[in-house]
């Protein structure tokens, strides 16, 4: 039985390269820009690539804030993608500061262009990179991977920015660059 995901079409990045993934996984897409079919959703994806005013702002212009802040409150499965994930936050600082949705606590905030020993790292952060689970996020079924499948918690990254969230337990992965 195919499960139906509904992707968020707000005018940013990767819709098509989202609904192709699930439909390769034997999920059915349901990309929309209508608030309704957003709030009446089973399980929605915000996907999202580019910069956090502008996706923000086209929340708002599309009227999609109220009908994705009431999609989370009903505790059913969600999914922030790349500037998905950071339009949850409370704050960017990426070009001036601009408010979130505020669904969890804390900012967004540029990768330091520095690592740990003071050696300068390329920003944006471009490559491969493992992800761990922290104690809060191992028992995520976003992490139940198959045993004979090693590559499963590599992901690739390509971004300037990211999420430092206030409470630990709102971090359920890290990725290290540069210490």
Same mark, same amino acid.
């Given at each position: 039985m195919f499960k139906?995901? &509904?992707?968020?079409? *707000?005018?940013?990045?990767?819709?098509f390269s989202v609904c192709n993934a699930l439909q390769k996984i034997g999920a059915e897409p349901q990309l929309t820009d209508d608030p309704n079919a957003i709030a009446q959703a089973e399980r929605l994806i915000l996907p999202g690539v580019g910069a956090f005013s502008r996706a923000m702002e086209n929340l708002k212009q599309r009227g999609h804030v109220d009908a994705i802040a009431g999609f989370i409150e009903t505790g059913r499965p969600f999914l922030g993608i790349c500037i998905g994930m950071q339009l949850l936050m409370e704050v960017s600082t990426e070009f001036g500061e601009y408010a979130g949705l505020g669904h969890i606590a804390g900012k967004v905030d540029m990768i330091s262009k520095t690592d740990a020993d003071g050696r300068p790292l390329d920003v944006p952060h471009i490559s491969w990179a493992e992800v761990t689970p922290t104690s809060f996020g191992a028992a995520h079924p976003l992490f139940s991977t198959p045993q004979d499948d090693p590559g499963a918690s590599y992901f690739y990254f390509v971004h300037s920015f990211m /999420? *430092?969230?206030?409470?630990?337990?709102? #971090? #359920? /992965? &890290? /990725? &290290?660059?540069?210490?």
């Open positions: 139906r995901v &509904t992707v968020v079409d *707000y005018g940013i990045g990767n819709v /999420a *430092y969230p206030h409470n630990p337990e709102h #971090l #359920l /992965a &890290t /990725a &290290t660059y540069g210490g």
